[in-house]
């Protein structure tokens, strides 16, 4: 699956991230009644109507295509909570927490579930301008790529793989450039340890 | 001083959109005259919450109007006129208590700030961050006068009691006297109050004391200073532990305390006269706002989050009661004006007057107002009408003529008096209601009814509404158009087969009338509808073939589906509300007036339309000071009541018919969520949960059902094993009412009882490991006694077996010997009920399951405790006979019981626990059971030992 797209290293298009991303469970809430569902993945169900259940996202976006149920948008996707991260983003370094998935997710359901979300204009726009923070975040870091110096926690699956090529190219080119100094090194230590080597039989040969 | 701590409701929720974005906002709050409601709003909602004061577990009415925070409110003088000035610049008028919006009396360029109704109602001050107060007529809206002088935005007004003088102060701390009459300032005090600067939420104030004589003003040094009325010097301060400025303060109805608050977040209740204070409070919030209830001793504050409270008996009983010797000013005032004086007049008829405008308070028709006031004092008892006379606020001035004289009598009659009088106002009978309706929200859709199965939905439009019926299950249930509604019906009932529709009379043209519209029908035009004169609806249900409807003569009208009036009953007293179930009708109705400690007196009847027949009736039981907010049935046919207390009680037959309590929101609620009940099953409650406020959902966004385990309220114990308990007693329950369903249908036609058999086998194996639990956590805590008597409970022999093997782990051999002996006793008789069950089932051939019962506990030794075998053994041979019965071979009493045997344990799903139980039997036989070898003997010999003793029941076939 993965590498279909990106010849050079092991790269995934945006469909595939979303692909992984539908695994994500997100509570839905059915309209109608159904004994419960088996599959590789686990069971899920039975479900009841009016009350909330917790399905995958692949499942979810399948019975809403149906017009089986509602999508209850997930706790972060407050407008509340959005503002509040985006400052977060805006005011310091680090990257917040959110969902590993988030963009992932919030395109899905603002594509096919945009009437359960309340405010959805808002909410959007607001997931964009966090997003858009934490891509220029992601691209200043990497000006300034060296391989300790970057915090990369709290990173959301998307920007791993905006940076994935990238940064695997980058730390390669590190270890071929450390390896150059290396090898020197290990020859150094090789020539060192036969004569460590050497000198012991000595040593010993000494006291004889 | 006593430590006490107030608890806060919430009325108002800080919402960052409007103003305060520190979370502290300037709330209002007030009583009406007679104390029967609370109004508070807050500048940071746009609501202003009307409070039933009697039954403070209602929802409040919420007045929408506004488009920013409220931030002053003003009552007139006889409560039939609400004010509310606002950050959106407006003042707008209301009548109260119903709430209804009469009109924008006045605007302003910025926000308002105070607003005060003078003595007689007809005139309305304004004033806030603009320069200058507003005096408005209150009958046309037109501004009187405007007086300029502040520098500051005005933050507070008040009218002199005797009506000469109005005075006011600013956020800067200057106060101003102004004379009415001509509009100008007679005095002028520069900085006395403290400077408040900017931040809204806190606001200067000041208020007349309730004879006039003195304007209390909160002063710099963290004190109260009066001033005189007609010179305007200082007269005393109330100094004392405030460590911080006063914000808010209040004059008791009688002048003689004074309750001030202060940003120290304390409350301090002075004598006035001592200068000395008497009583004091702390709070987590500053409070912003206090009323003294008219009638009581009780103090309503509400602090800056938006939590109000009642602070009751604040003065101490050894001290005069705040509302003892209300000062009359009208017969004080011997400076009266013309127009106070022909105030008077008008009062008595019910509205007040004012200096050529005729009526006050009321923007309205006046006739048609009188008209209503009228009709209401009509209704109200005698007891209210002289309450009404005296429990005047000071300010009021002119008692109604007609109940002069019981004023006078009560003026001079002791408090215990007054209060008995308030106490018979206090109580209120619950009105009807429809179990799942939520009340009126002026332009928001509101349910008509919410159950398991759908909702009815409304929205009301001018002269008519909308309505709209949804099914949960999409997939399955009708599709049904929505209707338009042009009888304004306000109760409804869903079920599978169709919905009834009543609405209340209005008047003589619009009469009551019932509509049931069935969902689908072989026959065109087969919905029907029923008038009723000089008749009013109260209650619908709705069940399988059956509608049934309560109306204001309590009668119950059963009507057929196709709408033939089949039965009319009278019931007992008014309707509180209904339910129905398949065939099943529940009524609940008033058994009498309610108790003086306001606790509703209800009573319930079930009646059977398809059999005509009453299989249960009785009283109702509620929390103290509870009313019922929900009733119906459980998805298993059970009747289940939820009242405003949050306890959910549900209907058994267990001890001839009792109700048990089987959640309680308080033990499960988290923070401030409200449940609102919609249904039930054996194990979950299905809630809407409401957030704080909100005590009812609302139709949009749509809700959604959150399940609660069903929890009996337990007393702590010593166990700690809470959760064990309370599934003890659950599972109980349910074999209690699955046996009463196995004996229903057994004796009803014989019909086939194998899956309440399965559900009552698992049900008994989900029991025994219950069981096991506690007794490991009775053993681990040293309750031997109570380990004993769980373990004559255990209904499986490999349960017991297993709880010997227990006791013996958690080495206490004294315990293993007694249950080992338990254990024996056990197996005796069963060994005898097996036997004789069995030779009952031969010799009738129909093998009824109650004579197997009947026959086997007198066989039993009398030294054994009877409650365990009654309990558990019974069952058990009840299913070996239906089992033996179906299978219809019961020619011969030996093959019969091998027969039945292996079912018996392949039903349980466990081979194991034939063998263990075997083996358990195996090492009693060996070692110490004389009575089982003693009965091991007759004609059956040679068959036990053709095989080996590998079983239990093998050997009770002996």
């Known amino acids: 699956m993965a590498g279909q797209s990106g010849s050079q290293l092991s790269l995934f298009t945006p469909d595939e991230v979303e692909f992984v991303a539908e695994d994500e469970l997100v509570e839905i809430v059915p309209n109608l009644r159904m004994d419960s569902l088996n599959f590789i993945c686990g069971d899920y169900g039975p479900f009841y109507p009016q009350i909330a259940i917790q399905v995958p996202l692949w499942l979810a976006l399948a019975l809403k295509k149906r017009g089986k149920c509602t999508i209850r948008p997930p706790q972060w996707m407050s407008i509340e909570n959005l503002t509040q991260v985006l400052e977060g983003e805006r005011e310091s370094h680090a990257f917040q927490t959110l969902p590993f998935h988030y963009v992932e997710i919030s395109r899905l359901l603002f594509d096919r579930a945009r009437d359960d979300i309340p405010d959805v204009y808002m909410v959007r726009s607001l997931v964009e301008d966090i997003r858009d923070v934490r891509f220029h975040k992601v691209e200043t870091n990497l000006e300034n790529f060296t391989a300790s110096a970057v915090t990369w926690k709290n990173m959301a699956a998307m920007e791993v793989n905006i940076i994935r090529a990238f940064s695997g190219r980058a730390l390669q080119a590190f270890y071929r450039h450390e390896n150059e100094q290396a090898v020197p090194d290990l020859d150094r230590t090789q020539d060192r340890q036969p004569q460590n080597l050497n000198d012991r039989p000595r040593r010993n040969l000494r006291p004889r | ?958």
């Open chain 2, 1 to 958: 001083m006593k430590i006490r701590t107030l608890k806060l409701r919430e009325a108002h929720k800080p919402s960052p959109g409007y103003g305060a974005a520190n979370g502290s906002s300037f709330c209002s709050i007030l009583w009406d005259q007679q104390a029967r409601h609370l109004v508070t709003a807050s500048s940071s909602d746009s609501g202003i919450s009307i409070h039933d004061a009697l039954l403070p577990s209602t929802t409040p009415k919420i007045l929408r109007h506004h488009r920013d925070g409220v931030t002053a409110l003003a009552l007139s003088p006889n409560s039939t006129c609400l004010a509310s000035g606002s950050i959106d610049n407006s003042v707008k008028l209301y009548r109260f208590p119903g709430g209804e919006f009469e009109t924008n009396i006045t605007r302003f360029t910025l926000p308002i700030r105070a607003l005060a109704f003078n003595q007689s109602g007809s005139m309305l001050a304004a004033a806030g961050d603009d320069d200058g107060i507003k005096l408005i007529n209150t009958v046309d809206g037109s501004i009187a006068r405007v007086l300029k002088g502040h520098k500051g935005s005005v933050t507070g007004l008040a009218f002199d009691p005797m009506g000469e003088y109005l005075a006011s102060v600013d956020s800067m701390g200057t106060v101003l006297f102004w004379e009415l009459q001509s509009g100008t300032i007679l005095h002028t005090l520069k900085g006395v109050a403290p400077n408040t600067g900017l931040d809204t939420s806190l606001v200067n104030i000041l208020s007349w004391s309730p004879d006039g004589e003195m304007l209390a003003v909160p002063g710099l040094k963290n004190d109260v200073v009066m001033y005189d009325r007609d010179t305007a010097e200082k007269v005393f301060t109330l100094r004392g532990d405030h460590l911080l400025p006063l914000c808010f303060l209040s004059w008791s109805p009688n002048g003689k305390y004074m309750a001030t608050s202060g940003l120290d977040r304390q409350v301090l209740i002075w004598d006035v006269l001592k200068k000395q204070d008497i009583d004091r409070q702390k709070f987590e919030d500053r409070i912003c706002c206090m009323a003294w209830k008219p009638v009581g001793n009780t103090l309503a504050v509400v602090d800056v989050s938006g939590k109000y409270g009642l602070w009751e008996s604040v003065i101490p009983s050894s001290m005069k009661s705040p509302t003892d010797d209300i000062p009359q000013s009208s017969k004080k005032s011997n400076g009266l004006m013309l127009f106070e004086e022909e105030g008077q007049e008008p009062c008595s008829s019910g509205s007040l007057g004012d200096l050529g405008e005729d009526s006050v308070g009321e923007s309205g028709p006046p006739s048609r107002k009188r008209i209503r006031k009228r009709s209401e004092f009509d209704e109200d008892d005698p007891a209210e009408n002289t309450l009404d006379g005296f429990g005047l606020l000071p300010q009021r001035m002119a008692p109604k003529r007609t109940h002069y004289s019981a004023r006078e009598h009560l003026d001079k009659g002791s408090n215990e008096e007054l209060r008995s009088t308030a106490m018979s106002v206090r109580s209120k009978m619950q009105e009807a209601f429809q179990p799942g309706v939520t009340p009126v929200q002026p332009g928001k859709r509101r349910f008509l009814c919410y159950n398991m199965l759908g909702t009815i939905t409304t929205m009301e439009y001018d002269g008519y509404s909308h309505i709209e019926i949804d099914f949960h299950d999409t997939s399955r249930g009708p599709r049904v158009p929505a209707m338009t509604d042009h009888f304004g019906f306000t109760m409804a009932c869903l079920n599978e087969n169709g919905s009834v529709f009543a609405n209340p009379c209005k008047g003589d043209k619009n009469m009551s009338t019932l509509m049931y519209r069935p969902f689908s029908s072989w026959a065109n035009n087969s919905e029907w509808s029923m008038r009723f004169e000089g008749e009013e609806v109260k209650v619908v249900a709705l069940g399988v073939h059956w509608v049934a409807a309560i109306t204001s003569l309590n009668y119950l009208r059963i009507f057929t589906e196709g709408g033939l009036q089949k039965h009319i009953l009278s019931l007992d007293g008014p309707a509180v509300t209904a339910s129905g179930s398949k065939n099943q009708l529940a009524v609940v109705t008033h058994a009498s007036s309610c108790l003086p400690s306001s606790d509703q007196v209800l009573e319930f009847q079930v009646f059977d339309i398809r059999n005509g027949t009453r299989p249960s009736r009785g009283r109702l039981p509620l929390s103290p000071g509870s009313h019922l907010i929900w009733f119906g049935f459980s998805e298993e046919g059970l009747l289940s009541s939820y009242d405003s207390k949050g306890v959910l009680r549900v209907f058994t037959s267990q001890y001839g018919g009792s109700w048990l309590p089987l959640f309680s929101a308080n033990k499960t609620k988290k923070s401030d969520e409200n449940y609102w009940v919609v249904g039930l099953n054996a194990n979950k409650l299905f809630c809407i949960v409401c957030k704080s406020t909100e005590v009812f959902p609302q139709v949009m966004p749509k809700p959604i059902l959150t399940l609660l385990d069903l929890s009996f309220p337990l007393a702590s114990s010593d166990l700690g094993a809470d959760v064990l308990e309370n599934e003890f007693i659950l599972n109980n329950l349910h074999l209690f009412q699955i046996q009463k369903r196995i004996e229903e249908s057994s004796s009803d036609d014989g019909r086939d009882t194998t899956e309440l058999d399965d559900e009552a086998f698992s049900t008994e194996a989900a029991q025994d490991r219950c069981i096991l639990r506690l007794i490991a956590s009775c053993c681990n805590s040293d309750k031997l006694v109570r380990a004993t008597e769980l373990v004559k409970l255990l209904t499986l022999e490999k349960s017991m077996k297993g709880a010997i093997k227990l006791v013996t782990a958690l080495k206490l051999p004294n315990l293993a010997d007694r249950f080992n002996s338990i254990l024996e006793e056990r197996m005796l008789i069963e060994t005898k009920g097996m036997s004789e069950t069995a030779g009952v089932a031969v010799s009738q051939g129909s093998g009824l399951a109650r004579n197997g019962t009947a026959s086997e506990v007198p066989s039993g030794p009398s030294c054994i405790p009877s409650s365990s075998t009654t309990l558990s053994a019974p069952r058990f041979f009840k299913k070996v006979v239906n089992r033996g019965e179906q299978k219809g071979r019961n020619d011969h009493n030996l093959q019969t019981a091998r027969e039945v045997q292996p079912e018996v344990a392949s039903s349980g799903g466990s081979t194991e626990l034939r063998t263990a139980a075997a083996a358990g039997t195996q090492e009693l036989n060996g070692t110490s059971n004389p009575f089982l070898k003693s009965s091991s003997n007759g004609p059956t010999k040679e068959t036990t030992s053709q095989r080996p003793p590998s079983n239990p029941f093998k050997k009770s076939a002996k």
